[in-house]
């Protein structure tokens, strides 16, 4: 069982950052992949990034390639979201996920565990 905790989400105008973290419970975390999703509203959640369980392999999508980066500190159970150059259309409920096997996925449903949600609002 894996507990997640999202912190970090708030206001911020276009172009400026945010940096998420996510903490988990949980002695297996090391083993999971982590993903973060967003979801906007009246829309359907989307895959944002992932990171295997060493951390040394990632994956974004395209829309936010170059400006968001995807980390993991396996001694401390945290996986962070640094999101630079916002820009509104990043506004959402972001979640992160633990799951989908050590390689992680950009499917949301192989994915075991769900933090709460935080909200990131990107104002023009």
């Known amino acids: 069982q894996v507990q997640l905790v999202e912190s970090g989400g708030g206001l911020v105008q276009a172009g400026g950052s945010l940096r998420l973290s996510c903490a988990a419970s949980g002695r297996t975390f090391s083993s999971y992949a982590m993903g973060w999703f967003r979801q906007a509203s009246g829309k359907e959640r989307e895959f944002v990034a992932t990171i295997n369980w060493s951390g040394g392999r990632t994956n974004y999508a395209d829309s936010v390639k170059g400006r968001f980066t995807i980390s993991r500190d396996n001694a401390k159970n945290t996986v962070s979201l640094q999101m630079n150059s916002l820009k509104p259309e990043d506004t959402a409920v972001y979640y992160c996920?633990?799951?989908?096997?050590?390689?992680?996925?950009?499917?949301?449903?192989?994915?075991?565990?769900w933090g709460q949600g935080t909200q990131v609002t990107v104002s023009s």
């Open positions: 996920a633990a799951g989908g096997g050590p390689h992680g996925s950009s499917l949301d449903t192989v994915y075991d565990y």
